[in-house]
Each structure stands twice: as structure tokens, then as C-alpha cells.
């Protein structure tokens, strides 16, 4: 079975800070996707990748950067942490356009 | 932007009975996907019912997609306390290689 790790479970950082959200999958995916989730707002696309050192931005790209240099790994930066970053973010891969995705299990961050 | 609306928001049912969520979505599909979510997890993938298919079945879930209505319903029958979790549906664009956009969530909740 196809596994995407997300480095953290919890992270708590403080307002300002750079933060590095990792995460890596085992199968060869081309295609890579980071979500962040708050309650009532269901699932935001924050970034995608479809190639090595390929990103798009996603719906809510703002105060958030990504970096894919290779294949199974895709980062996702908060330059400088605010308090409305504060989510749970979800990292998801799949092989190709149209297939099913994968997701890690999350990562929950607060930023204070 | 979120294309799938789930109905209802929040569903609470007794053990053994059946479920059923609804999604509506608004553009041309190559597919619809439905995934689960147990509390503070990733979600993970259920079913996939492409555009030219009406029905699916995977165990105890059902999933049906009428193409005019742009709709599709997730049917799970004879419910059990394990089967508390979020449902979300997803679509797939026809037009290209785009990611997935998922709807807000039904949130269900099965009593012993």
C-alpha cells in the first residue's frame, strides 16, 4: 500500500517563525497536493505539484511557499507563522490525473 | 474552490440502520470520488465512480451518479458504531489535468 508521511502530528510554533512541514510518499507519485482543513471550510487547496520542481498554486496560496526537489518529497513553508495559520494540514499524493488520492495523517499546527 | 456540496451537514442514525449522504457538484466530471475521515486522521479513499458509470458498489457502501442532476449519493447499509466518521465527495474535472475539489463534509455519527 501506497504510504505518505507527514513529518509531525502536533507542532506548536510561534507567531513569526519559519516553519517546515514535510512530506514524503513510497510509491513514485508524480502528482503531490497539500490541504489545509478548519472546521466548517471543509478541505482548501493550498499548493500542488505535478513534477519535480514543478508547483501550482492552489486556491489559498497566501503566506505559504512549497519546494519539490525530488519526486517522493514535497515541503510546504510558512515563511513567517501567523495566528491564522493555525490548521490542520494535510498532505495528499496519487500516480496520476483522475486517480484516487492518498493523504498522510496530518499534521495539526498552532501558531501562538 | 469548492465544487461538491454535501447534504445533510450532519447525520445521526442508530446502529444498523442506513445512511445515506448526498453530493451535488457543479461542472463537467471525469469522475467523483468519495473518502472518509475519522476524527483528526487523513482521509482515505472509498469509491470512484467515473462519469459514464451510475452505480457502484463496494461492500456495504453504494454510491450512484446521475450526470443531468449533477449529483451522487453514498448509501451505507446497515451501519455500524465503526462507521462514525466525516464523508466527503470529490471531483475530478473533465477539462484536464486539475486537482481534486472536495466538498465541506457530511459529519455521521452512528449510535450504539
Known amino acids: 500500500d501506497v504510504k505518505v508521511t507527514q513529518s509531525s502530528r502536533y507542532l506548536v510554533k510561534r507567531t513569526g517563525e519559519k516553519v517546515f512541514l514535510e512530506c514524503v510518499q513510497d510509491m513514485d507519485h508524480e502528482n503531490m497536493f497539500w490541504y489545509r482543513q478548519d472546521p466548517g471550510l471543509g478541505l482548501r487547496l493550498i499548493y500542488f505539484?505535478?513534477?519535480?520542481?514543478?508547483?501550482e498554486k492552489g486556491d489559498i496560496p497566501e503566506g505559504y511557499s512549497v519546494s519539490r526537489e525530488k519526486k517522493e518529497r514535497f515541503s510546504l513553508i510558512l515563511e513567517s507563522a501567523s495566528t491564522n495559520q493555525t490548521s490542520m494540514y494535510l498532505c495528499a499524493s496519487r500516480r496520476a490525473t483522475n486517480e484516487k488520492l492518498f493523504f498522510g495523517s496530518g499534521t495539526q499546527l498552532s501558531v501562538l | 474552490s469548492q465544487q461538491g456540496e454535501e447534504d445533510p451537514q450532519a447525520l445521526s442514525i442508530q446502529e444498523g440502520e442506513n445512511a445515506t449522504m448526498n453530493c451535488s457538484y457543479k461542472?463537467?466530471?471525469?469522475?467523483l470520488q468519495w473518502y472518509r475521515q475519522n476524527s483528526g486522521r487523513g482521509l482515505v479513499h472509498l469509491i470512484l465512480?467515473?462519469?459514464?458509470?451510475r452505480e457502484k458498489h463496494s461492500g456495504r457502501l453504494r454510491v450512484t451518479l446521475d450526470t443531468s442532476k449533477k449529483s451522487s449519493s453514498l448509501l451505507i447499509t446497515a451501519s455500524r458504531a465503526a462507521d462514525t466518521a466525516s464523508y466527503f465527495c470529490a471531483t475530478a474535472s473533465s477539462s484536464g489535468n486539475t486537482p481534486l475539489v472536495f466538498g465541506k463534509g457530511t459529519r455521521l455519527s452512528v449510535i450504539a
Open positions: 461542472t463537467s466530471i471525469n469522475n
Open positions: 505539484s505535478y513534477d519535480v520542481k514543478m508547483k
Open positions: 465512480i467515473r462519469s459514464n458509470e
